[in-house]
């Protein structure tokens, strides 16, 4: 069985790295990616504290990830909609240059 220091460690890779991609890109879609990579960390470090529970399992753990997958589905699919119709209106998906046509 997996420590919870390995699922823990890498969870906070996955965080790190989804922030790193929100940080640094510059493309709309790379920073949808991004939110999501943080997503999976953040579920993965909610299961991996539902499963080593004194060595029971708890399922509410796991019932809240699972509604957190499909909220992180939603958020997903709203937020690659939003990328859509920003490159139907403005034929970029560069960050940088929508912020420079704001005024």
């Given at each position: 069985?997996?420590?919870?220091?390995?699922?823990?460690?890498?969870?906070?890779?996955?965080?790190?790295?989804?922030?790193?991609?929100?940080?640094?890109?510059?493309?709309?879609?790379?920073?949808?990616?991004?939110?999501?990579?943080?997503?999976?960390?953040?579920?993965?470090?909610?299961v991996s504290?539902?499963?080593?529970?004194?060595?029971?399992?708890?399922?509410?753990?796991?019932?809240?990830?699972?509604?957190?997958?499909?909220?992180?589905?939603?958020?997903?699919?709203?937020?690659?909609?939003?990328?859509?119709?920003?490159?139907?209106?403005?034929?970029?998906?560069?960050?940088?240059?929508?912020?420079?046509?704001?005024?």
């Amino acid at each position: 069985m997996i420590e919870l220091n390995v699922t823990l460690a890498g969870a906070m890779a996955l965080i790190i790295l989804g922030f790193y991609c929100i940080a640094v890109k510059r493309n709309m879609i790379k920073i949808v990616i991004g939110v999501e990579i943080m997503t999976n960390g953040a579920i993965m470090a909610l299961v991996s504290f539902g499963s080593f529970n004194n060595g029971q399992i708890d399922p509410m753990m796991h019932s809240l990830a699972i509604m957190s997958i499909t909220v992180a589905g939603c958020v997903a699919a709203v937020g690659l909609a939003l990328v859509i119709q920003v490159y139907r209106h403005y034929k970029t998906l560069d960050v940088r240059e929508l912020r420079r046509l704001r005024w």
